[in-house]
């Protein structure tokens, strides 16, 4: 079945790191992705990672993949209170072109 | 490069309207999705549009519905509209194919939220 879990607070002290988890149930996903929503804006895409990759960098942000335990995290180091927003995981089978969405992380940094 | 423009931005219906939604996607893509986010349900797929014809769809009932034109825009439509229809509508739009990194990226738009009284 198709399902996507995330915790659905966090709050961190700006300059630390934040690291927001997912889990995922469909082994027949191919790409996973991260998205940011801001208060009355849509879906910023931050990130995206292969389901065969074990981990993704870019600038900023860290993806971790653990394929056995269907387990995806993404980390943002030295975390900025202009990172406050809410964090979506989302998932996308194969040739499916629908993306299925965890129910998103609040993350609140505190200065 | 133009990102994906919805409009409108915001409207007022009462219980029984029908509304219409409209979504211009990115120059050059040829999909577009649609998704409803509310808070109780978060965001849930609608249907995804791939030169004018319809590739996939969510578990929404009839009254909702869309079309792609020739030029890749898209609109929604909602009929006999209900309180629950309150949410944001969210469209994507994307290349409708795979990139050569084999990742299909959909870029959304600001969203239309519609209030139904």
């Known amino acids: 079945g198709e399902d996507v879990e995330q915790s659905l607070f966090l709050s961190v002290r700006e300059g630390d790191s934040s690291v927001i988890n997912c889990t995922y149930t469909?082994?027949?996903?191919?790409?996973l992705y991260w998205y940011k929503q801001e208060p009355g804006a849509g879906l910023q895409l931050l990130t995206y990672i292969f389901s065969n990759m074990d981990m993704k960098q870019d600038q900023r942000l860290t993806v971790l993949l653990n394929k056995k335990d269907k387990h995806l995290s993404l980390r943002i180091a030295d975390t900025q209170t202009g990172d406050s927003a809410i964090y979506f995981c989302a998932e996308m089978m194969d040739s499916s072109y629908k993306l299925i969405f965890g129910s998103g992380t609040r993350l609140l940094v505190r200065p | 490069k133009a990102g994906v423009t919805q409009t409108p931005r915001y409207l007022i219906k009462t219980r029984g309207q029908q509304v219409t939604l409209s979504c211009s996607p990115i120059s050059g893509h040829r999909s577009v999705s649609w998704y409803q986010q509310t808070p109780g349900q978060g965001l849930q797929f609608l249907f995804e549009?791939?030169?004018?014809?319809?590739?996939n769809k969510g578990n929404f009932p009839g009254r909702f519905s869309g079309r792609q034109f020739s030029n890749s825009r898209s609109e929604m439509n909602v009929s006999t509209l209900e309180l629950g229809d309150s949410a944001l509508y969210l469209c994507a739009s994307s290349p409708g194919t795979a990139l050569s990194s084999g990742a299909n990226v959909l870029t959304f738009g600001a969203g239309s939220r519609l209030t139904v009284l």
């Open positions: 469909d082994s027949s996903s191919t790409y």
């Open positions: 549009y791939f030169s004018e014809t319809q590739r």
